[in-house]
Every structure is written in C-alpha cells, then in structure tokens.
C-alpha cells in the first residue's frame, strides 16, 4: 500500500526546510587583521591562538601576505614545534603546500636541521622528491649526514638538479661549495656523480675552489683517487 500523496508531499517539504537549515555557506576570507592575528600566532609559537582559529577562520593552507609562506612552512622556519603539530594533524594541512620561493615544509625542515619534524613529515607521506629544489639539497648544504642517509634511504634522488637559472646543482655540489667535504664524499659513497658540472661547466672541486673551500676542493681529489 502506498502513502497517501499529501503525506508524501508533506515529507518533501519538511527535507527541503531541513536541508536549507543546516546548509553550509562558504566562509568568509580573512580580513587582513585575522591573517596578521593567524601568522604572528604561529611566529611565536601560539597554539591556542593557532588551533582557534585554523580552519575556522583561516585556511589551512593560506600563503602569509607578508613572505608568502604556508603556516606549516613558517611554523618549521620559527621553531614552532606546538603549532607544526596542530599544522601536521589537521586534515586540512597539504604537505605540499608551496612558499613563495618554493620551499616545502619537508624542505624547510631539512634546512633547519629539525631531525623530528623530517621524520614526522615523512611518517605522514610527504613527497621526498619533487622538480628543482629538493630536502637532500638542504641537509647537504647543512652538512647535516644523518639527514642525508635518512632522506636517501626513503628514496631521495642523490643527483637531484636544482633549477637551472640556479645553476643546475646537485646536492653533493652544494655539500662542495658550503665546506661539507664529509657530507659530499658520503653522497659520492651513494652513488652521487663526482664529474657532474653545472650550467657553467663547474664541478664540485670547482665550486668548492671558487667558494674559497680548499680544504674541500683537496678531500674530494683525494677521494678520486
């Protein structure tokens, strides 16, 4: 048997009212106080201003007017450990989430050396490698070893190139020029390309030479040998 028509009309009526009601509007963009409020709280390591407000009032996600960098990357770039976690748990969070100039938070993270937060990262599925720039390009330039053997045992490529308006680098060339001989013959070790040149023609000796690095330069010919 069927329901008589008005009751089933009836019932249309009051799903249609009751979608309406709980309906989600978009939400409304920051104003430019809420965002210096938002990024001046994950400066200085705020969580209880941090955890208010993101997703709330701030996307998860949104670049700081002033830098353009994702709260994620800022928080690594301040020491920010309370709100990079806050950051890392919400599902809202990209890892990928790009600064201005590139940088990722697992990029971030190596540059500051800041072994658990690689670790955290990686643990939630962050991309090791990526076009241009990578983390192994950081640590090296750090000179950071435990860094480089971690990133290279989840997959790193050891003879990443860094843009070409940039040179065109490889990690080990970057260990080379900032006077990492140990992290660069480690890479070297790993399977990294000792005759690799730049976009000048330089290899790393060079680069360690023109940078003023002879003892590098020197560590890196014995090596060859």
């Given at each position: 048997m069927h329901p008589p028509r008005r009751l089933v009309l009836r019932s249309l009526v009051l799903v249609c009212a009751l979608g309406s009601r709980f309906s989600?509007?978009?939400?409304?963009?920051?104003?430019?106080?809420?965002l210096t409020k938002f990024f001046k709280a994950v400066q200085f390591d705020d969580a209880k201003t941090v955890g208010a407000m993101l997703g709330a009032t701030v996307n998860a996600n949104q670049?700081?007017?002033?830098?353009?960098?994702?709260?994620l990357v800022l928080a690594l770039r301040e020491d920010a450990m309370k709100?990079?976690?806050?950051?890392?748990?919400?599902?809202?969070?990209?890892?990928?989430?790009?600064?201005?100039?590139?940088?990722?938070?697992?990029?971030m993270a190596a540059y500051k050396r800041n072994r658990p937060a690689v670790e955290a990262l990686l643990a939630r599925g962050a991309a090791v490698n990526q076009p241009g720039w990578t983390a192994l390009h950081y640590a090296a330039a750090a000179g950071d070893d435990e860094l480089v053997r971690l990133l290279l045992a989840r997959g790193a490529q050891v003879d990443a190139l860094s843009p070409k308006p940039s040179g065109?680098?490889?990690?080990?060339?970057?260990?080379?020029?900032?006077?990492?001989?140990?992290?660069?013959?480690?890479l070297i070790a790993q399977g990294a390309d000792r005759n690799r040149t730049n976009t000048e023609g330089l290899n790393a000796v060079q680069l360690a030479e023109r940078a003023g690095k002879t003892r590098v330069a020197a560590a890196l010919q014995r090596g060859a040998r």
């Open positions: 989600f509007a978009a939400p409304t963009p920051p104003d430019a106080s809420q670049p700081n007017p002033i830098g353009g960098e994702p709260g709100v990079f976690k806050i950051f890392l748990d919400h599902p809202g969070t990209n890892l990928e989430a790009r600064a201005a100039n590139g940088n990722t938070a697992l990029m065109a680098v490889t990690p080990m060339m970057m260990a080379a020029r900032e006077g990492h001989d140990g992290t660069a013959l480690l």
